[in-house]
């Protein structure tokens, strides 16, 4: 039951599984009622793939599926708790991680690159590339950002210029957390230069008070001083937030 349960849950084979099964349908259907009726089962099978009735069931599923995908990823959008405190495990970021990657797939969008944020989008970005795809992980580069002050504000940007030589046609940039999105602003604008041809955000938690909206998340909260697994001592820096 696992196995079909994972195939059923592939983006790809779901949809393969859905085609053999009203084919078969309209097989056996057509085989009836030519054995019943005058018609040949050649006759049968095509009148049955020009049908109306035929074409209505096949939207009408695909309707459903679409619905079904929906509902299962917003029940799935929020498996951790967004706890007052703002205080988070390393299981709760097992979960998200597993969440994140349940949206990823029923979206169909299989990342060629991961690009972490910081040290929180390494952490997450590393769980995603080794748990995305059975058998091989997808490449991932972590960057870190510094701030500038201008006119009394201070702006993130990237250290230095880096080379890459991945696969820019589905980057996943990925975050720990998302206070303001200035700092995503920066590293879509640089991955657009490079040439990335599609670029999605993605973050473990997204404060609501933020102006860029990820694309995928698994906590959602308004507690804008969030603690980590990683911050082990009071020594971790967190300039990030204010900014």
Same mark, same amino acid.
């Given at each position: 039951?696992?196995?079909?349960?994972?195939?059923?849950?592939?983006?790809?084979?779901?949809?393969? #599984?859905?085609?053999?099964?009203?084919?078969? #349908?309209?097989?056996?259907?057509?085989?009836?009622?030519? =054995?019943?009726?005058?018609?040949?089962?050649?006759?049968?099978?095509?009148?049955?793939?020009?049908?109306?009735? &035929?074409?209505?069931?096949?939207?009408?599923?695909?309707? $459903?599926?679409?619905?079904?995908?929906?509902?299962?990823?917003?029940?799935?959008?929020?498996?951790? $708790?967004? *706890?007052?405190?703002?205080?988070?495990?390393?299981?709760?970021?097992?979960?998200?991680?597993?969440?994140?990657?349940? =949206?990823?797939?029923?979206? *169909?969008?299989?990342?060629?690159?991961?690009? @972490?944020?910081?040290?929180?989008?390494?952490?997450?970005?590393? +769980? #995603?590339?080794?748990?995305?795809?059975?058998?091989?992980?997808?490449? &991932?580069?972590? +960057?870190?950002?510094?701030?500038?002050?201008? !006119? @009394?504000? !201070?702006?993130? $940007?990237?250290?230095? /210029?880096?080379?890459?030589?991945?696969?820019?046609?589905?980057?996943?940039?990925?975050? @720990?957390?998302?206070?303001? @999105?200035?700092?995503?602003?920066?590293?879509? /604008? &640089? +991955?657009?230069?490079?040439?990335?041809?599609?670029? !999605?955000?993605?973050?473990?938690?997204?404060? *609501?008070?933020?102006?860029?909206?990820?694309?995928?998340?698994?906590? $959602?909260?308004?507690?804008?001083? +969030?603690? &980590?697994?990683?911050?082990?001592?009071?020594?971790?820096?967190?300039?990030? !937030?204010?900014?």
């Amino acid at each position: 039951m696992t196995i079909l349960k994972k195939i059923w849950n592939d983006p790809v084979w779901s949809k393969v #599984i859905s085609a053999i099964i009203l084919s078969a #349908i309209a097989v056996i259907y057509s085989f009836v009622k030519s =054995q019943i009726e005058t018609e040949s089962f050649w006759e049968v099978l095509f009148s049955t793939f020009v049908s109306p009735y &035929f074409l209505g069931l096949i939207i009408l599923l695909l309707i $459903s599926y679409l619905l079904l995908s929906h509902l299962i990823r917003t029940k799935k959008r929020n498996p951790v $708790s967004a *706890n007052a405190e703002g205080v988070y495990t390393w299981r709760d970021i097992e979960n998200g991680v597993k969440d994140i990657r349940e =949206q990823l797939i029923i979206d *169909n969008y299989i990342p060629t690159l991961l690009v @972490g944020i910081g040290r929180g989008g390494a952490i997450v970005s590393s +769980l #995603i590339s080794g748990n995305m795809i059975k058998g091989r992980h997808i490449p &991932f580069i972590a +960057l870190e950002r510094k701030y500038n002050e201008e !006119r @009394g504000m !201070r702006k993130a $940007s990237l250290f230095d /210029d880096v080379i890459f030589k991945k696969d820019l046609n589905r980057v996943l940039l990925v975050a @720990g957390d998302v206070y303001t @999105g200035g700092t995503a602003g920066v590293f879509i /604008d &640089f +991955l657009e230069g490079l040439g990335a041809k599609e670029i !999605r955000f993605c973050v473990f938690a997204k404060v *609501n008070s933020t102006t860029r909206k990820p694309d995928y998340f698994s906590v $959602s909260t308004n507690v804008t001083n +969030l603690t &980590f697994p990683w911050m082990l001592s009071p020594n971790y820096p967190t300039d990030a !937030r204010t900014h």
